[in-house]
């Protein structure tokens, strides 16, 4: 899929910030996580491989690439339309990425976990794990621009 107007290169600083949030959001919150999981640490060790990871980073990257394509085409839109003159900002980025957040992201998981039967503290926990991941790539994205 080709979007016009993409930073590739902040894109890949994007994908690179997010996933290093990720890593010190989900060592900040581990003991939570894991009792909200319902598993031990021995559990998580054993069970993991670095193929997590790697997938876990490759996403990292598609969503700052989409994201970037969702602000390129609302800006794009906007040139014509009722929002004339917007451009890929700071402030744009930030409001795009809570957007999507609010209404993709958490919107799943309040189905994914409650059908799931999930505890509360999960959602909340990876919920906010994304909503900082989006929030990262939109402001990243916002400053390099197109």
């Not at 997590?52 to 690439?65: N, R």
Request: with cysteine; proline share 1%; charged share 10%.
């Amino acid at each position: 899929m080709l979007f016009t107007g993409i930073n590739y290169i902040a894109v890949l600083v994007a994908g690179v910030a997010s996933y290093a949030f990720g890593s010190v959001y989900y060592m900040s919150l581990a003991k939570p996580w894991m009792a909200a999981v319902g598993k031990t640490e021995e559990e998580f060790k054993s069970g993991s491989s670095p193929r997590v990871f790697i997938v876990a980073f490759a996403a990292q990257l598609v969503m700052a690439f989409m994201l970037a394509g969702v602000l390129g085409h609302l800006v794009l839109a906007g040139e014509g339309g009722a929002v004339a003159g917007s451009s890929v900002s700071l402030v744009n980025g930030l409001i795009t990425a809570l957007c999507v957040w609010f209404g993709f992201i958490l919107m799943a998981m309040l189905v994914n976990h409650g059908f799931q039967g999930a505890k509360r503290s999960l959602t909340v926990i990876d919920s906010g794990h994304w909503l900082g991941v989006l929030l990262i790539q939109g402001a990243v994205i916002g400053l390099f621009g197109v």
